[in-house]
């Protein structure tokens, strides 16, 4: 099980956690004027990296808020956690997500 | 490479046992093949295997990471089924289970193919009304499935708790006697052994680091960590890499990769005859042939590459097998697992063309992909072959995300499967 580190509430049990899929998904803002394969894009097509991963998890059995981190998908380790809203960090060095 | 049969045992056991041959050649890659399969797990070895056997392509080679079958393929629950709700699925997945039946005597291979019958339970009105639905669907599409009362259920299944005052009581269960289980091992090594017979190359160790392209687009050839291979027909078969693989020629896909755990225990006398499964409590059981519980778990919450799971996914099915099957509360675990699943949004697989020419891919198993290893070798081996795919996978393409066909069987069954 993971120990999540909450922007607002600090380290909770992953159980206290609901995943929320990749982060920085940005909904079309014109949605009549968005094409099929844009429309698909936001729907369905994800980066599913290995590697540096930033995803929306939402500490539902907590404060219920929603906010970002950075997990690295081959040891499921998180690098940082931040706040919905907030820019993704930088990383040092070449790893990108 | 000698052919199984009763006298050829014979003769070995006469001859002290001095005349077994290695069952697949130990290939190095050559420069140029005119197909070639990424992935050697059951799919890709079967869809190898149909590449030569039905379409007389035998400068095939598989380019395998790891070691064959080392994959998903070597953790799995080993169930096989084709009760899907949809004529899509329904086409697809009983294509392969119509593979399965014979398939021990095409491959001169016992993959110990077992249809013992797949039960599956239902504890609500809704999960009756759901059940009687799929039942009715399958039968509309020739797939035998059928209405089994508790008692029934109890009948066919004794170790099975049927008590009205349990949680999630059995109202029922729906019942596919040509479902069952079969040796996965076995399917992947009877596959390679196969295939290696009419020709093709099995590379182990040896994994895919670039898809290269021609002035057109085109697909030219794989640049692997043993050298530059070229080749025009490329089939992609990777199970939870296949983004990562696919990325490689810049194609993006609707898929997300999970892990997915199963379990087994100490080994048994004979006690579960069929496969049980419960989509409502998510529980999946089965007792293999050297007496083991085989159990398969959920999938994580979150993506990951890392090939475990966490204890608490593990927990919640055991909660449902005791509740199920209280003789098996003081049964010890002996070991547990995880594999990489590929899942897409609507639940159904991938077999289908790409957007580079050349390249094809086989994906979107999810959590369901050992039960389709034939038929999705022999479908991934027709579309390569004729570059075009077979009408029995034709719906199962990318572009279904775009154009909003999906088949959706998420929906269908409320539950990965």
């Not at chain 1, 930088?90 to 990108?96: D, F, H, I, T, Y």
């Not at chain 2, 259920?153 to 079969?182: E, F, H, S």
């Not at chain 2, 990318?398 to 999906?406: A, K, Q, T, V, W």
Request: glycine residues 10%; hydrophobic residues 40%.
């Amino acid at each position: 099980m993971l120990l999540i580190h909450c922007p607002y509430c600090g380290p909770r049990p992953e159980l206290e956690f609901a995943y929320a899929g990749q982060a920085h998904v940005a909904r079309p803002l014109d949605p009549s004027a968005t094409s099929a394969d844009d429309w698909a894009e936001f729907l369905y097509l994800r980066n599913n990296t290995r590697g540096i991963h930033a995803e929306r998890w939402r500490h539902v059995r907590g404060c219920a808020r929603f906010f970002n981190a950075l997990r690295d998908t081959t040891t499921d380790h998180f690098v940082t956690t931040y706040r919905a809203g907030e820019p993704m960090p930088q990383l040092p060095g070449e790893a990108k997500p | 490479m000698p052919k199984f049969s009763g006298w050829k045992l014979l003769q070995e056991a006469f001859g002290g046992q001095q005349g077994w041959t290695p069952q697949w050649r130990r290939a190095a890659p050559q420069a140029e093949y005119d197909a070639i399969v990424i992935g050697g797990g059951g799919h890709g070895l079967a869809a190898a295997y149909y590449l030569a056997a039905e379409h007389g392509i035998t400068r095939t080679a598989i380019l395998e990471k790891g070691w064959i079958g080392g994959g998903n393929t070597g953790r799995n629950t080993t169930i096989i089924r084709s009760n899907y709700l949809f004529d899509e699925s329904a086409a697809l997945y009983d294509h392969a289970l119509k593979l399965w039946e014979g398939l021990s005597q095409v491959l001169n291979y016992n993959v110990m193919f077992s249809p013992r019958g797949v039960m599956m339970l239902a504890h609500t009105v809704h999960d009756v009304q759901v059940a009687k639905r799929h039942i009715h669907a399958n039968r509309g599409n020739g797939v035998d499935n059928e209405w089994l009362t508790p008692e029934e259920a109890k009948a066919y299944c004794p170790p099975l708790n049927i008590d009205r005052n349990i949680r999630y009581p059995v109202l029922g269960a729906a019942l596919q006697r040509r479902g069952g289980t079969a040796r996965h091992d076995a399917v992947a090594w009877g596959y390679a052994r196969a295939a290696d017979a009419l020709g093709v190359d099995i590379i182990e160790n040896c994994e895919v680091t670039g898809l290269v392209r021609d002035a057109s687009g085109a697909m030219e050839a794989v640049q692997t960590s043993r050298g530059l291979i070229r080749c025009r027909r490329v089939g992609v078969s990777a199970a939870g890499n296949t983004s990562v693989v696919l990325g490689l020629a810049g194609v993006r896909l609707p898929l997300e990769s999970f892990p997915l755990q199963a379990l087994v225990s100490e080994p048994v006398k004979p006690a579960v005859p069929c496969v049980v499964m419960s989509n409502s409590i998510h529980a999946y059981i089965s007792q293999s042939d050297k007496g083991e519980l085989v159990i398969g778990a959920g999938t994580d919450a979150y993506t990951s590459y890392t090939q475990r799971g966490a204890l608490h996914v593990n927990s919640h099915t055991l909660a449902a097998i005791c509740e199920l099957f209280p003789a098996f509360r003081r049964m010890r675990m002996l070991r547990n697992w995880g594999g990489i699943v590929d899942v897409t949004p609507d639940r159904s697989p991938i077999i289908a063309k790409t957007p580079v020419k050349g390249l094809y891919v086989n994906c979107g198993w999810g959590t369901g992909g050992f039960k389709a290893t034939p038929g999705s070798g022999h479908l991934l081996a027709w579309t390569m072959a004729k570059d075009d795919p077979h009408p029995i996978n034709a719906p199962f393409t990318i572009d279904r995300f775009r154009d909003g066909h999906l088949i959706d069987e998420a929906a269908a069954a409320a539950v990965a499967h």
